[in-house]
C-alpha cells in the first residue's frame, strides 16, 4: 500500500490529503525505484587497492569504501577480524558478477560497485534500525523510509543523515573477505 493510498483510505482528500503528503517531504527525500535492474556489464579482472581515508563532520566519523583486489593467489587467511567470507564461484554470490549487483548475507549487504571493485556496508539502517538496506545501481538505499547512502556511507537525504558502516573489502578474484 502507498502512502497515497493509506492516507485516501484514512478519509483525506482534496486540499488535507495533498497537505498530508507534501507536509515531511523535502525534494532529498524523494524515493528512487528499489527495483532497478542491475547493469549488465561484467567485471574484468583488475588489481587496485584504495587506503581509506576518515573526514569528520559534526561529530561523525565516515570512511571511505576500502577495496584490495589482491592479485594471482595472495593468501587472504592473514586477514584478522573477519566478519564474511564469500565464494565468488558459488551461486550464491551469482549476483556480484555483475556490476550493480548485490548480495546480503550475515547482517552486511556486499555490492559490485564497479568492474573489480566490491563495497560492503552494514544491512541496519541508521535511521531505524531496521535490516533493511540494498545496494541500489549507485548507491545504498533502505527500503523503509528511503533513507539513501553514498558508497562511502555518508547520508545523501535527511533519513540517512547519520550514515552508515562500510567495511573493508579484500579479494583474490575467487573469494571475498569483508573485515573490520
Do not use: W
Not at 533513507?147 to 555518508?154: E, H, I, N, T
Amino acid at each position: 500500500m502507498t502512502r497515497y493510498d493509506f492516507l485516501k483510505s484514512m478519509g483525506f482528500t482534496g486540499a488535507a490529503l495533498m497537505a498530508a503528503l507534501t507536509a515531511c517531504v523535502r525534494p532529498e527525500d524523494t524515493v528512487v525505484n528499489a527495483l532497478t535492474l542491475p547493469g549488465t556489464s561484467t567485471p574484468t579482472a583488475s588489481t587496485t587497492t584504495t587506503t581509506p581515508i576518515s573526514s569528520t563532520a559534526t561529530s561523525a566519523t565516515t570512511t571511505t569504501p576500502t577495496t584490495t583486489t589482491v592479485a594471482n593467489g595472495t593468501d587472504l587467511s592473514t586477514i584478522t577480524n573477519r566478519l564474511l567470507t564469500i565464494d565468488l564461484a558459488s551461486s550464491a554470490a551469482s549476483s556480484l558478477k555483475t556490476v550493480g549487483g548485490y548480495i546480503t548475507q550475515s547482517g552486511i549487504v556486499v555490492a559490485l560497485t564497479s568492474a573489480g571493485t566490491y563495497v560492503a556496508v552494514t544491512q541496519t539502517c541508521s535511521h531505524e534500525p531496521k535490516k533493511a538496506v540494498i545496494f541500489n545501481v549507485t548507491e545504498f538505499y533502505c527500503t523503509v523510509h528511503g533513507a539513501r547512502f553514498d558508497l562511502a556511507g555518508r547520508g545523501k537525504n535527511s533519513f540517512g543523515s547519520r550514515g552508515i558502516s562500510v567495511y573493508k573489502v579484500a579479494t583474490d578474484g575467487k573469494t571475498l573477505v569483508v573485515y573490520n
